[in-house]
Nanobody, 126 residues
Framework: QLQLVESGGGLVQPGGSLRLSCAAS????????IGWFRQAPGKEREGVSC????????NYADSVKGRFTISRDNAKNTVYLQMNSLKPEDTAVYYC???????????????????WGQGTQVTVSS
C-alpha cells in the first residue's frame, strides 16, 4: 500500500520548536517533490514549504520563512519540517504530500500532488 505518514506533532508553547516527519511506505520518494501543507479550523489549506526530489531546491510561504526548514533524507525515505519560533497562528493540522516531477512555481496547488498523508496536529499555546 502506497502511503505517507506524518509524525511529530503535538502541543508546544509559543517560541518553541517541533520537527515533523513524513515517511513513505510502499514507494520511494527519490523522484518526488514533497510539500508540507497546513489547515487551521475555518481556514483554507495553505502551502507551507516544498522541497525538490534531490533536496537542492526549497520554497517557503512568507509566513514561515526564517522559522521553518524543510529537508529530506532519501536513504530513510523521509522528509522533515523543522519548525522553530512557533507562534499561535501556526496551529493547524499539517499534511505532507508528494508529486512526481520538478519543483515549480505552482507547488502550492493541491491538485498537483499524487499522495497525501493523514495529517498531524500542531498546537501552539501557552
Amino acid at each position: 500500500q502506497l502511503q505517507l505518514v506524518e509524525s511529530g506533532g503535538g502541543l508546544v508553547q509559543p517560541g518553541g520548536s517541533l520537527r515533523l516527519s513524513c515517511a513513505a511506505s510502499g514507494f520511494t520518494l527519490d523522484y518526488y517533490a514533497i510539500g508540507w501543507f497546513r489547515q487551521a479550523p475555518g481556514k483554507e489549506r495553505e502551502g507551507v514549504s516544498c522541497i525538490s526530489s534531490s533536496g537542492g531546491s526549497t520554497n517557503y510561504a512568507d509566513s514561515v520563512k526564517g522559522r521553518f526548514t524543510i529537508s529530506r533524507d532519501n536513504a530513510k525515505n523521509t522528509v522533515y519540517l523543522q519548525m522553530n519560533s512557533l507562534k499561535p497562528e501556526d496551529t493547524a493540522v499539517y499534511y505532507c504530500a508528494a508529486y512526481w516531477g520538478a519543483l515549480g512555481p505552482n507547488w502550492r496547488t493541491g491538485s498537483l500532488y499524487d499522495y497525501w498523508g493523514q495529517g498531524t496536529q500542531v498546537t501552539v499555546s501557552s
